[in-house]
């Protein structure tokens, strides 16, 4: 055998367009459905995983897929908000954990680097994700983050930097100014989508958004430069100067100066997490939202399983066809052999005559096509390894 | 070397008939078997190296009687007893030089290529002036060179018989006296018979013998077959 395999080689190799068309061809065959399979297993389980680690969602009525990816993975935005009373209302029931999030605003963007995420909650997110700092600490005061593995590679960013918030509305004079926030740690890898997100307390968002405020001393006594022009002594009527910064920093000569206008119950949130001690905790908190119609309580699960079903209902579409492509590719690949075979009749003439049996020219086909196969099946694996490093991520970005 | 008895073999498409009484081809003779393209000298040679079987008769290599042979001895039997060189040489394009002068030890499980028979090759492309083409595609050898690989590959496992089939035949009258003189000389250097089929009259005052084909052929519609091959 090791006779066929080196005629083989050599006519391989001597042939090489031909055999390089027909590896890489037959890699693609194979390749196509095995990845498409893997990178699908892969994200479904990546996706049940984080689905069924959070047992109810409270969110605004409206699209229940829309909820589920806002609140489990920082993905599109609902189009009402709830309340802290909403919030209030979940952690007032028996055995239930409610967990506050407010996911309306990213980082800013830099050049090759997208924003991320600010998530506002409380610390027991933390706790519930099982979240820690692999350097620094969590955030403890107003106008402090911590970064996600994920994002703070990307960005470059370490404890001790800042980041800058990005408005949603430049143009809004009266709304959003960006927020620059200390970052206080940075945490450890933890596979999902918290490691690609920024996480700040529940106030520092609101004063993203606008809620809350403090203020900055623009006259000539604090700092000359930032007062243009002050007519009136006495008056209100002041002209900033250039060095007024142009978005809001929380320091600790200004922290205390911070403060929220309005009633705290009605300030706003995306979503709660609901985690019940119990099932029969989780039945009750069921219950208790079941009538309403200003807020929907729901089972991420379930769906996440309707979502699955669409995806496999795709998948096997998609599945369809690259059979379907690949059988005609392989019809194509087994005339481009039996042609070669046909070019190459005189050669086997030859070996015929010369006292080669019809079982070893046979050998000698069967050794190049189990070589041609093997290539074709270890750069189809080495294919499905780096996909499988990337297309499940994604598939997660296109798909949610 | 070769004894034939009473040959009888019919083409199924054709209106000839191969029929030889009796045939003796001692040992180192060098026969030639002329006559016009197509008329079945190509015939003969396959049934004496067991490519063919004679329909009826006895066809005696080296003392085996080659036609009732098993297919598998059969073909060992060719590939360590026969040498065969081709019209065109058959050469395999995607081999060097020597992988094509050792091909028969990649084509049959039972012949392995040894050391020895790699010296054997390197050897004999010595023999012919192409030691130092050794790794040389074949595909970049001149016709002449092509010629000698293909002697040195018929010559490699030191054949008894020497079976040439219009070796000459796509060459011009130079070249292909030179590939008679080649043949010859290593025929006779390693002591085996040489049957060689040909077409060009020119070429067999060079041989011991000259067989006398067109008295083999007969047709089975009863008309002369001498005039009409």
């Known amino acids: 055998m090791n006779s066929a395999f080196y005629l083989a080689v050599r006519s391989l190799c001597w042939h090489r367009s031909r055999s390089l068309a027909v590896i890489f061809s037959l890699a693609v065959i194979i390749w196509l459905p095995a990845t498409l399979r893997i990178t699908l297993n892969q994200f479904r389980s990546e996706i049940s995983a984080r689905a069924v680690s959070t047992p109810l969602v409270i969110g605004a009525p409206g699209s229940r897929i829309d909820l589920v990816m806002h609140s489990l993975y920082f993905r599109s935005q609902p189009a009402t908000t709830v309340t802290m009373a909403e919030h209030q209302l979940a952690a007032e029931s028996s055995g239930v954990t409610a967990v ?31 979240l820690t700092p692999q350097s620094g600490e969590l955030p403890a005061l107003l106008g402090e983050c911590v970064l996600g593995a994920d994002y703070a590679e990307r960005s470059g960013l370490r404890t001790g930097d800042t980041v800058l918030s ?8 009266a709304g959003d100014y960006p927020l620059q926030m200390l970052i206080t740690g940075v945490l450890a890898r933890n596979h999902s989508p918290d490691d690609d997100a920024v996480f700040t307390d529940l106030r520092t968002a609101w004063v993203i958004e606008g809620i809350g405020h403090g203020h900055q001393n623009v006259d000539r006594q604090t700092d000359p430069t930032l007062l243009l022009s002050n007519e009136r002594e006495g008056a209100a009527s002041v002209t900033a100067g250039l060095a007024v910064l142009p978005y809001l920093e929380i320091t600790d000569q200004n922290r205390d100066s911070f403060h929220f206008h309005g009633n705290t119950s009605e300030f706003p949130l995306t979503a709660v997490l609901a985690v019940p001690a119990t099932e029969r905790d989780r039945v009750k908190l069921l219950g208790r939202f079941s009538g309403s119609r200003q807020l929907q309580c729901i089972s991420p699960p379930q769906v996440i399983e309707e979502l699955l079903s669409i995806v496999f209902r795709i998948e096997q579409f998609v599945l369809m066809f690259t059979l379907a492509a690949a059988a005609a590719a392989l019809l194509l690949l087994g005339l ?13 003439q030859t070996m015929f005559r010369l006292g080669c049996s019809r079982l070893t020219i046979l050998r000698l086909q069967s050794a190049e096509v189990l070589l041609l196969l093997v290539s074709a099946a270890a750069i189809a694996v080495a294919g499905g390894l780096l996909a499988r490093s990337t297309a499940a991520a994604l598939l997660q970005q296109l798909l949610l | 070397m070769i004894a034939i008895r009473d040959l009888r073999f019919a083409w199924t498409d054709g209106p000839f008939q191969l029929q030889i009484p009796r045939l003796d081809i001692v040992r180192g003779e060098a026969a030639v078997l002329a006559g016009p393209s197509g008329c079945g000298k190509t015939t003969l040679l396959n049934l004496i190296c067991g490519i063919l079987s004679p329909a009826a008769g006895l066809v005696e290599v080296a003392g085996t009687d080659i036609g009732h042979l098993a297919d598998a001895d059969r073909r060992l039997f060719r590939l360590r007893n026969i040498g ?9 394009d995607y081999l060097d030089v020597l992988g094509n002068v050792l091909l028969p030890c990649r084509i049959q499980p039972s012949v392995r290529l040894s050391p020895a028979l790699r010296e054997r090759g390197l050897e004999l492309l010595n023999q012919v002036g192409l030691g130092s083409f050794s790794q040389r595609p074949v595909t970049r050898l001149s016709q002449g060179e092509r010629q000698r690989v293909a002697l040195c590959r018929a010559l490699l496992l030191n054949p008894q018989l020497l079976l040439a089939d219009e070796p000459t035949g796509n060459l011009d009258p130079d070249n292909s006296r030179r590939m008679v003189e080649l043949l010859l000389q290593e025929s006779r250097r390693s002591g085996a018979t040489l049957i060689m089929v040909t077409h060009d009259h020119s070429l067999l005052p060079m041989f011991d013998r000259t067989l006398p084909f067109l008295q083999y052929l007969a047709r089975t519609d ?5 005039t009409s091959a």
């Open chain 1, 100 to 130: 506050p999030l407010h996911v309306r605003f990213t980082t800013r963007s830099q050049p090759g680097v997208d924003g991320a995420p600010i998530v506002g909650t409380t610390p027991e997110y933390f706790t519930f994700r099982n």
């Open chain 1, 166 to 173: 990005a408005p949603r509305n430049a143009l809004n004079l």
């Open chain 1, 336 to 348: 481009v052999l039996n042609l070669s075979l046909r070019l190459r009749a005189a050669e086997m």
């Open chain 2, 84 to 92: 065969l060189v081709f019209q065109d040489f058959q050469l395999i």
């Open chain 2, 222 to 226: 009863g008309t002369d077959a001498g």
